[in-house]
T-cell receptor, first 113, second 118 residues
Framework: GQQLNQSPQSMFIQEGEDVSMNCTSSSIFNTWLWYKQDPGEGPVLLIALYKAGELTSNGRLTAQFGITRKDSFLNISASIPSDVGIYFCAGPTNSNSGYALNFGKGTSLLVTP | SAVISQKPSRDICQRGTSLTIQCQVDSQVTMMFWYRQQPGQSLTLIATANQGSEATYESGFVIDKFPISRPNLTFSTLTVSNMSPEDSSIYLC???????????????FGAGSRLTVL
């Protein structure tokens, strides 16, 4: 599938700080998705983006679909300890299944009280 | 969205043995996928489980190693055969949420089955 480059690989922040992470693709996407995975759980969808330039919020989370359609970012404002987890960007795959997702390598977030 | 139950949630297995993971969905779904997540890594698509026909495998994954069954629209199994320590991973079942479209679809995931091979 297409390569998804996600950064940073990990972040260690204090409660209350804002967080920003991004994802770039080697090819153009028509959809960007952001997931969060808590320890011992499967990934859970946070935000889905369907249009270039789109800016979408979900509580303290905001994500944008880049104008070039090759990138997206996710911001978390005023982080809290329960934001701890691994955040994955995801996009379409050109693999044998046209309907599955290709995932970035993830950003591991640690929040200290 | 669909609720997905996976069994077992975790297991410790001996090298050379095989283990079958079950995925049960609370509603009929057309598209079902199996992913692998190796320790500290991202999710890698293993295959699409097709109802009534052979699964569609991704590059690097073969039916002999990862046989998949999909007898109906709510259930699938993934077997990890002849396991080695390199197979220690979380195996995740997922389904398309809502009506699927070409391109990327929103996927819902089970909690995963964490296998440790000694």
């Amino acid at each position: 599938g297409q390569q998804l480059n996600q950064s940073p690989q990990s972040m260690f922040i204090q409660e209350g700080e804002d967080v920003s992470m991004n994802c770039t693709s080697s090819s153009i996407f028509n959809t960007w998705l952001w997931y969060k995975q808590d320890p011992g759980e499967g990934p859970v969808l946070l935000i889905a983006l369907y249009k270039a330039g789109e800016l979408t919020s979900n509580g303290r989370l905001t994500a944008q679909f880049g104008i070039t359609r090759k990138d997206s970012f996710l911001n978390i404002s005023a982080s809290i300890p329960s934001d701890v987890g691994i955040y994955f960007c995801a996009g379409p795959t050109n693999s044998n299944s046209g309907y599955a997702l290709n995932f970035g390598k993830g950003t591991s977030l640690l929040v200290t009280p | 969205s669909a609720v997905i139950s996976q069994k077992p949630s975790r297991d410790i297995c001996q090298r050379g043995t095989s283990l079958t993971i079950q995925c049960q969905v609370d509603s009929q779904v057309t598209m079902m996928f199996w992913y692998r997540q190796q320790p500290g890594q991202s999710l890698t698509l293993i295959a699409t489980a097709n109802q009534g026909s052979e699964a569609t495998y991704e590059s690097g994954f073969v039916i002999d190693k990862f046989p998949i069954s999909r007898p109906n629209l709510t259930f699938s199994t993934l077997t990890v055969s002849n396991m080695s320590p390199e197979d220690s991973s979380i195996y995740l079942c997922s389904v398309v949420q809502g009506n699927f479209i070409s391109g990327a679809n929103v996927l819902t995931f089970g909690a995963g089955s964490r296998l440790t091979v000694l």
